[in-house]
């Protein structure tokens, strides 16, 4: 057996991947950070819901909800200290080292620098001592030559230091009663960035390094439960310089036997994560990034099944360091996890892996469940696994290790006969001369450890065993970095539905989970290439910070999609409400994947119109349930309702006038016909919708005889058909859309237009004229969008509209639902459209009058997630009054913040004139993202008031124009054609 395995290939080329790998990952940008410690405990407490997602499914096929309560995860308070102030000032002196934080310090008076610091410091509950100085050399927060202040977790001996205004001060204060005794975790602690290609299932790296919310082996409510966690999933790092150094689990609760780090911090920007150690023992840093695929306008390559786990190792001495990295895959021993059996047979067994060893051994056996009671049941079948607290279950397996050309694989196949845990995955190394690789299976996470951290890396002696790692080792230069990447695959062709096999469509390109590996490397550097040009469109630009992070984490939400072998791009309304691609919540949801992936949408369009009734209407989802039984696939159903036939219209009007694509039009034209005509059908009796339900369903708006929803609604629809049969050469709908129009709006300013005293505005109901809904105008920000200007009779009743809204909706955490009155159920509760609706209407109607002044309502809508919460990979769409999840986990309901991004540049296109237009909110200079389906780009200016040059850039896709301006500044070039390039004037 050799001792680790090497190849010899093109050092060149291979150097110039590792290196543009490297620069690549070192120049990924984030948003957000949460710090983790070892010592930081969290324990679940149940919160009052309607229903959200447990963390912990113990159903098969069946929604993922609980109901009434839900366990959510806090971090237990340490005890605050009392009294807390500085016990010892030693100025001119340092403590070296256990650095918890760098936090930069104001200039104006040096003499307070310790008393500053000192405070910072009785801010966190872990900060034993300070130094502060000003910084003699950049340092994690704080800049060269500013001052700052550094935490310390340990206080070391003080020792002289010449650094200017340097000073160690160390800390008393004696432990009091807590109060409160819970807290949000860190960020990346109750969710964080799924890593996985698209429909292909994830796997989330938390901030504590553990690895949560496995669905890769086809688990979803129609099929098995996601498994919960594995306490043995664990990556390892190693840094020694003239041999001494530290070695951990990167993970800050390893499990037994496998010493930890003292401390995380965790940074998410999708598709990517970090985990960057927090540990003075390691004499370099160490940053984890786990990525996956992410391709703008290629679906096919952005559904490999596969993650990148990739370390960088940093040297900052003056002698050469070695790197270890490791990553250790649990899959076969499935913890808290049961797999109830019909044909079985029941033996002892002194442990979980003793029941796989007995599996293992039976020619019969194809899963196995080791109980609580030290029962081991062997099945000659494989049944759909759910959490059991206490029991361990597994498959019938084995491990091997795969070299080919350019990559080395421990690869563990499921040795099942059918269904949906068919297939393999793996642990895959690429070839470079530089980098040691070497893999080992052994039965515990201890011997694992024992292995990556013997003198010299070898391959184990044997294949037979519960846990397989892969090893890697590299030469870190003096003053350099190094990067150590592995990529681990899957591939489970048949996934299943209700025990039926509607497959992968991922198997259509990749056969196995090797192949998987290699396009994965094969395709690193073009990804990493888009995934930083995607994050530069946002980070780079004039959009607010707390936006920006926003916006680039909400593409998270496509954790819930799937694609069937033959081509059907699905996605459950949410894990918790089983619902299968609502017309009207995708429409919520639908500008990042219409912008990125158009031909998702393009087929889910397709499905919606077939699922027309006679009389025209669209029919609201493809697949009809919610927190109960899951519905059959693809048997269209659903209520009558405002927002889905009027929705499908607009989604042609958007592909139609954004991308200029007219093909769908033209395959769904009778329908959207249809769906016009039924939309007039039930606004015959008032002029515009009667009892009507809508994506605001639990508010009650079908049990009034109108609503301003549902109205504006209408109007929006007959807009868009009315341009749409004008495109089409149809002038008899056009003009029957534009009766229906007017019609409509003076219906809704009859019945719902209240001129009450000091607080015009539209009723939320017909009949309540007090309540005022925070969100009825949610259709005017699709108008905007669309260049269709304002819906309603005129703009001031907007205008005084949207201000009542503010007056009366307002909470410190975003818009209420509906005030004045009551109207139905959570009309107090905090859904997650109105805030960003709100601002997206005012910026539109008032332009740069309105910002930033706008904004503060979406900030603080969205921070109640970022940064209150800390939860934002799990936004729920609706928060109690409490600002607590309250209904449907994961929800789309937030990303109509992505309307904000053409609000604040005014853009406005229609591509079949080859016309695109901006009117940006913000003065120049600035740099704003420009989206379009497949288009990716930005607009800068720079220069002000009459001396201003534009630039408009695209980065992805391609644009072809024949007008292009901002405000009255037009272009004076003809055909324009951008790819990878740009154009300027002024």
Known sequence: MRPFISWLATALAVTAVFATRLEQLQQLQFGNEGVVYANDTFEYRDIDVYYLEPEKVT????????????????????????????????????MSGNDLETIPLPTANLSMLPELCMQECCKNAHCSGVVSAVAPKAYRNCHAHEPCCY??????????????????????????????????PPSGIRSAVPQGGLAAGSIELRGDGRLHEWTILNQSPAGAAKFFTFDNAFFGAQLTVDGRGASAALRTNPPAGVPGVNALKYAGAYPVGRLSVADDTFPGRVDLYAYSSYHINDLNRSLKPAAHYTLLASNPGASPMKARFMFNLPLRVEENTARPAKNSVTIPAADAVACLHACDGSPTCQSWTFSSKKECTLATEVPLNAYVEGSTSGLRGVWRVEERSDVLCLVLDNQVPEGPTVGNASLCAPVDPSVQVSYSVSDSASGQWAHFNSSNLSNSSTLQGAYGALNLEVAVPPGGSAALPLVFSWHYPQRDYLNTTIGNYYSNFWSDAVEVAQASFQDEEDNL??????????????????????????????????????GRWRQWEAYDCVNIDSVHNDGERHLPYIFFFPETTRIKMLAWAKSALPDGMIQEQLSNGCTGTVPPLDVPHGRDMSDVSSMLIVYAYEMYHWHNDSSVLEAIWPQLVGAAEWQISVSTK???????????????????????????????????????????????????????????QQALDDLLWIESPGLPHYAAVQGLNATIMADSMYPQVLAFNLGLGVLVSNSTRLDLHLKAVEANNTTPHGLAAITGGTVGRTDNYLWQMASPDWASNQLRLHGAQAYPDAMALPESS??????????????????????????????????????????????VAHLPNGTLTFNPVVASPYQLPV????????????????????????????????????????CPKNDIVLNDSCVSWS
């Open 59 to 94: 159903t098969t096929r069946y929604s993922w909800a609980d109901r009434t309560t839900h366990p959510y995860l806090f971090r237990s308070q340490p005890n605050p200290p009392s009294d807390c102030k500085a016990a010892t000032v030693k100025p001119g002196y340092d």
């Open 151 to 184: 935490l310390k977790s340990h206080n070391a001996p003080f020792t002289p230091s010449s650094a200017p205004n340097i000073t160690a001060t160390v800390r008393s204060g004696s432990p009091s009663p807590p109060s409160p005794d819970v807290d949000s």
């Open 529 to 566: 290439n888009n995934i930083t040009t995607l994050h530069q469109a946002f980070f780079n630009s004039s959009l607010p910070a707390w936006l920006q992070d926003s916006l680039i984490n909400t593409l998270s939400h496509v954790r819930s999609a799937w694609m069937t072998a033959d």
């Open 686 to 744: 008032y002029g515009i919708p009667y009892k009507l339900t809508a994506t605001y369903d639990v508010l009650g708006l079908a049990d009034y005889p109108t609503a301003t929803y549902n109205g504006v609604f209408h109007l929006l629809a007959m807009r868009t058909i009315a341009e749409l049969a004008a495109a089409m050469g149809n002038q008899t709908l056009v003009a029957r859309a534009e009766a229906a129009l007017i019609r409509g």
């Open 862 to 907: 969205l921070n109640l997630w970022r940064e209150v919460l800390n939860d934002q990979w799990n936004v729920a769409g609706v928060a109690g009054p409490d600002a607590m999840p309250a209904i449907t986990s994961h929800y789309g309901y937030h990303m109509v913040q992505w309307h904000l991004v053409p609000a604040m540049s005014g853009q």
């Open 931 to 970: 989206l379009l389906p497949g288009v990716v780009g930005r607009l800068s200016s720079v220069g002000q008031d009459d001396a201003v040059t534009y630039e408009l850039c695209v980065s992805i896709g391609e644009l072809a124009l024949k007008h292009l301006a901002v405000g009255s500044v037009v």
